[in-house]
């Protein structure tokens, strides 16, 4: 009942590929700064642990703005806030990874990636010969 072409990596465009990945990638720091929020993990104070606190501080700023936006800012709990920060994180995520997918295509074919037009490329095949006749 397995659809081959949707399983396999290799057919799939390079702004699909991007998309899962970057979608994949946005969302596990996601959360894992809010599983470090939610079980209060306490850093030590160094430069590092400051440039972690920033970019944790930096993923709130989306989900706080939609908040803030909606008027749920001072009645939503805090586990609703942080079920929204995954949300909204996952989808500029997402919206990120078709915006670097279409970058890819665009600079490894000029134009962007159609599947339906695999075969019909305005350039031969490395195994069609020319007619010498002509």
Not at 18 to 35: I, N, P, R, W
Not at 86 to 111: C, D, K, P, Q, W
Request: with cysteine; net charge positive; aromatic share 12%.
């Amino acid at each position: 009942m397995e659809d081959s072409r949707i399983l396999n990596w290799r057919r799939w465009s390079p702004i699909r590929k991007s998309q899962v990945v970057v979608t994949g990638l946005g969302s596990l720091l996601t959360a894992a700064f809010v599983l470090g929020d939610a079980l209060q993990i306490t850093l030590p104070r160094n430069w590092l642990c400051n440039q972690l606190w920033g970019i944790g501080m930096l993923l709130e700023v989306p989900s706080e703005a939609v908040a803030s936006f909606l008027g749920i800012w001072k009645t939503f709990p805090p586990w609703g806030f942080r079920a929204l920060a995954l949300s909204v994180n996952g989808i500029l995520a997402f919206a990120v990874g078709t915006i670097f997918g279409l970058l890819i295509s665009y600079r490894s074919r000029g134009e962007p990636y159609n599947s339906r037009s695999i075969h019909s490329f305005p350039w031969p095949s490395k195994g069609v010969r020319k007619n010498p006749a002509t």
